[in-house]
Each structure stands twice: as C-alpha cells, then as structure tokens.
C-alpha cells in the first residue's frame, strides 16, 4: 500500500511542458468563461491605467521611426505605388475638402491665391488653357445645361420678358415725348 501511495505521489509533482501548458492556456482563452474573463479585466479601471502609453514614449517612438532615413526611403517607394496612392487620396478626401474650405474663409491665404494667379505667368497659362477647344466644348455644355435647366427656365422667360418690355417702353415714351414735341414746335 505504501508503495502504491508513492507511485500517486510521482505523478502529481511531474510538471508540465511549456507546449503542454500554452495549449491549455489557449484553450481556456478560446472557451466562453475564457473571453467572459478576459473582457471582465478589461472593464476594471486598474487594468485599463496599466495599458495607457506614455505619450512622451509615443513621440519618440513615432520620430525615431517615421522620422528616419529608413522610413524616408520607405515612403518614397510607397507613395510610388499608385493603388496605395489611390487609397490615400480616398483616405484623406474628407479631410482635405475640410481643409480647403477653412483655407478659403482665411484672408491671408486668399491674398497668397490672388497673387499666385496675377503672376503673368499664371495669366499666360489660364489664357491658352481658355482659349483651347476642350475648354471651350466644357464650356458652352455647362451654359447649355444651364439655359435648359427647368428650374432656371422659368427665370429665364421672365428676363427675357422683362428685357423685351424695358426696350419698347423707353422707346414710346421717347417717341411720345418727341412727337409732343414736334407738335409743340408746329403750334408755335
């Protein structure tokens, strides 16, 4: 009987393996009870102050790697690639049209687009870019599409109407006014 009690004695104090124990853990973590806890620890303020990084350790990290030479050459091979381009831009449209309309309600950035325009140069460009054909075409489509908007037609009608009016009542009022005239030189 002793000896049958040292042979159980043997068997509770061999210990585990390292892949023996990390099977279990990953078991126990995959189980209900395992991700119930795990969200539990997560919830407790302590935990959650213990996973806070310090944002001075952050900022070095971010210059030390974005920063350097390394990182350099790693974005100017990825903004080569134009999908990764593409997804950017995509990325970062709301921001930039955000951006742009700050931009424009800013005084001094609209003096800096004012003179970056008045440049003869500038002028040079945007006159052949005008007088080009596609611009042209672009052109007398969006004032076409604009006469033949319905919501502007109605508009439309109304200053025609008004300028057809404005024309023909001077002209009488003109004409009446030299025909009193005439008469009132001939009465004389």
């Given amino acids: 009987m002793v000896l049958f009690l040292v042979s159980c004695s043997d068997a509770k104090t061999t210990t585990l393996s390292y892949d023996e124990v990390k099977k279990i853990m990953v078991d126990a973590v995959q189980t209900e009870e395992g991700k119930k806890a795990i969200r539990q620890l ?34 100017k091979k990825t903004f080569e690639d134009p999908k990764f381009k593409e997804s950017f831009a995509k990325g970062m449209k709301k921001q930039q049209e955000d951006l742009m309309k700050d931009l424009l309600k800013d005084a001094s950035y609209q003096e800096d687009l004012i003179a970056f325009f008045n440049q003869p140069e500038m002028q040079k460009q945007l006159e052949s870019i005008l007088k080009g054909s596609k611009i042209k075409k672009e052109i007398e489509k969006s ?42 030189d001939s009465a004389e």
């Fill in 42 to 75: 997560f919830e407790e303020k302590s935990f959650r102050e213990l996973l806070v990084i310090n944002t001075e350790e952050v900022k070095k990290a971010t210059e030390e790697t974005l920063l350097s030479k390394e990182a350099e050459e790693f974005w």
């Fill in 143 to 184: 004032v076409m599409d604009t006469i033949e908007n319905p919501l502007l037609q109605s508009k439309w009608q109304e200053l025609i109407r008004k300028s057809g009016e404005e024309p023909a009542s001077e002209g009488k009022s003109d004409s009446k006014g030299s025909k009193d005239e005439s008469k009132g």
